[in-house]
C-alpha cells in the first residue's frame, strides 16, 4: 500500500492550496479515504473523510472551507483548502485503513 500526499506550500493567509493523495496497492474504490493533519506540538487531527460512496465529513475548524472529492478512475483524493489560516499550517497526510503516507507540509504564513 502507498499513499503519496503532495501540493502542500508556503501560501498568505486568505490564499489556497489544493492537495492530492495518490494511492496504490489496494481496491482503492472500495475504502474510505481521511486526510489528518499534525502541527508541531499537537497531536494529529482529522481534517476531512470521503468514503466509498462519496459522502463527505470534515472537521468543524475547516467546514466550508475546504472540500475533499475523489477520483476513483485515477485513485487520487484531493482536499481543496480555501480562505487558510495561520493555524492550518500542519505536516497533512492521507490514510487509508492503519496505512499512512509521507505528508505534505502546508505553512500559512505572511
Known amino acids: 500500500v502507498q499513499l503519496q500526499a503532495s501540493g502542500g506550500g508556503l501560501v498568505q493567509p486568505g490564499g489556497s492550496l489544493n492537495l492530492s493523495c495518490a494511492a496504490s496497492g489496494f481496491a482503492f474504490a472500495k475504502y474510505a479515504i481521511g486526510w489528518f493533519r499534525e502541527a508541531p506540538g499537537k497531536g494529529r487531527e482529522g481534517v476531512s473523510c470521503?468514503?466509498?460512496?462519496?459522502?463527505?465529513t470534515y472537521a468543524d475548524s475547516v467546514k466550508g472551507r475546504f472540500t475533499i472529492s475523489r477520483d476513483n478512475a485515477k485513485n487520487m483524493v484531493f482536499l481543496e483548502m480555501n480562505s487558510l489560516k495561520p493555524e492550518d499550517t500542519a505536516l497533512y497526510f492521507c490514510n487509508y485503513m492503519s496505512f499512512w503516507g509521507q505528508g505534505t507540509q502546508v505553512t500559512v504564513s505572511s
Open positions: 470521503v468514503s466509498s460512496h462519496g459522502i463527505t
